[in-house]
């Protein structure tokens, strides 16, 4: 669809951490347009332990490999020892919606028999994104047949008075090496109030080959059709973007190769490369994504120019 190019690593921790909660780290980088000079990129940063806690970094519009300044302190931190966001947590979406800037996280918790639970949380902000508030201490998508481990929410849009969220459901996990790695396909609902999901959803895309997990889906308005953004894991250890196109948001498409990214012959993103989000900037868009080891070393950007059709983008971004 667009031909990326690659402007850098943006946000090192190692360069621009501000204290012990951001060591290193910024999982799943996401954009939000703070005003016409700034862009917001809210991400987890992990602790020494490997906990993360969400802030963010603001990047010059017109540059956005110049940082002006990063969150002193988390603007959500860890839930309550107990609660399913005890053990960090990384951005989904955020949304202008009535009520204020919704912020709709995946918080991690750890138990006993299994590597790790994600479940879908939502915080409100009404500062301007400074600061946000959990609506509750419990996940706003729970558990269900087919989602007994996994419902993580990576997009959302406020359409018509009615939520549309796209989000990856896991129930079980891949063995490689020994070691388990969380399966997770990708799902769609919708639905009037965040309060009342329905259990009724729609399956967007699987695995194919020798893929396992298909994830963090990342859903824009481009050009009068649907477009995603999101993330592959197979057995052989490739972690990668794929591109799929919908009419209508529910049904999809795959066109993995009009991508338009490749692996750098070396350095922070040459091994692996995920979690792209987009932003339109003037006549350009912007992708923030992690590199290596699912985001270590932080996340840099890459920019396309927008080509529109009949004189309009209509996006979400």
């Excluded at 951005?91 to 138990?111: S, T, W």
């Excluded at 490689?176 to 965040?194: A, D, F, M, N, Q």
């Excluded at 990342?218 to 993330?231: A, L, S």
Aim: proline share 5%; with cysteine; net charge negative.
């Amino acid at each position: 669809m667009y031909t990326w190019t690659k402007r850098g690593l943006v946000f090192e921790p190692a360069r621009h951490g501000v204290g012990g909660w951001m060591q290193h780290s910024a999982l799943t980088p996401t954009p939000y347009r703070l005003n016409s000079e700034t862009i917001r990129v809210y991400a987890g940063f992990r602790d020494a332990q490997g906990v993360s806690r969400i802030g963010y970094v603001d990047v010059l519009a017109d540059d956005p490999t110049v940082v002006l300044r990063v969150s002193a302190e988390p603007v959500l931190d860890i839930g309550r020892d107990g609660c399913f966001d005890d053990n960090g947590m990384i951005l989904g979406d955020l949304v202008d919606a009535p009520g204020g800037l919704h912020m709709f996280y995946v918080g991690f918790q750890r138990v006993a028999k299994a590597k790790f639970l994600a479940f879908t949380g939502l915080a409100l902000s009404r500062d301007g994104g400074e600061s946000f508030q959990r609506l509750q201490e419990t996940p706003i998508l729970e558990r269900a047949p087919g989602r007994s481990t996994i419902a993580a929410v990576h997009s959302a849009m406020w359409e018509n008075d009615r939520w549309r969220l796209w989000y990856a459901v896991g129930d079980d996990w891949e063995q490689i090496g020994g070691e388990p790695y969380p399966r997770y396909h990708i799902r769609y609902l919708e639905t009037h109030s965040l309060a009342e999901m329905p259990l009724e959803d729609n399956v967007c895309l699987l695995p194919r080959g020798t893929e396992y997990r298909i994830g963090r889906p990342r859903v824009y308005r481009m050009d009068g059709r649907y477009v995603m953004y999101f993330t592959r894991g197979n057995v052989t250890g490739e972690y990668f973007p794929g591109l799929a196109y919908s009419n209508d948001g529910v049904h999809w498409e795959r066109h993995d190769e009009a991508l338009g990214l490749a692996l750098s012959a070396d350095g922070w993103d040459s091994r692996t490369l995920c979690y792209p989000a987009l932003i339109r900037q003037g006549d350009s868009w912007l992708m923030f994504y992690n590199g290596n080891d699912m985001g270590v070393d932080g996340f840099g950007v890459a920019q396309a120019p927008a080509v529109p059709v009949d004189g309009a983008v209509h996006v979400h971004a």
